[in-house]
């Protein structure tokens, strides 16, 4: 099986993550997936932005659930990665769905309620995503296993990772099918070749993030992961043309 390359934050190398410039690269490179995060606005909008504070990624200060989304749209989410990329805005959900409705991109939508649990989240993006007709191709995950479960129950029929950074239990295949889940989502140093067993003995899709070293790459493509999610995609496709033109 061929591992999926999917792009993290967009081409998040090359230019500022979870950003229409960062979006636009991934699909020229010839990604074959998106994974981007969302967060609610203080009025319910949901927008594409990794951290709970906009210091990081914008030129504002707190948290995004503070600001309306017509606050958060005068600030600039490139200068900080770039100055060629001053000018860049912070986009919603809805802006990037509508973008990516006609490519043929698998997508992941990570919902950002680990820390704060966004009171509709689920919802909202479920709406979202029935509306562009994008279901049957997009997984959405989450690090709060009571969000899982929430989305399971909201949409049975959705596909939806656990995502997971450390080895909680003995049995995560177990843990995630429980809650409704139909993959996992892990960091790339928990990869081993008895979670890829687990997984497959389950029907469970594995997803590893984020890797971006040839090394990691290889042993995703080796153990027949089910996509990879990576920063830098055009050296993720080269790299898996390579492995395959040998084996
Ligand atoms: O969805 C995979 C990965 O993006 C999870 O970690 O912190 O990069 O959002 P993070
Ligand atoms: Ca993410």
Redesign the pocket.
Known sequence: MQTMIIA?RGASEQAPENTMPAFDLAWRMGSEGI?T?VQLTKDNVPILI?DERINRTTNGRGYVKDYTYHELIQLDSGQWFNPSFSGTKIITLEQFLNWIKDKPLYL?I?LKNNKIDYKGLELAVLELIAHYKVANRTTL?TFNPNSVNRLHKLNPTIDSAL?LSKRKSSNLVQHAKALGANAL?IKYRMLTPEIVEACRRESMALRV??VNSSKHMLRCFQLGCTAI?TDIPDKALHFRKLYEDHH
């Open positions: 993290h994974e995060d990794h992941n990570e995950s995502l989502h993030y984020t999610f």
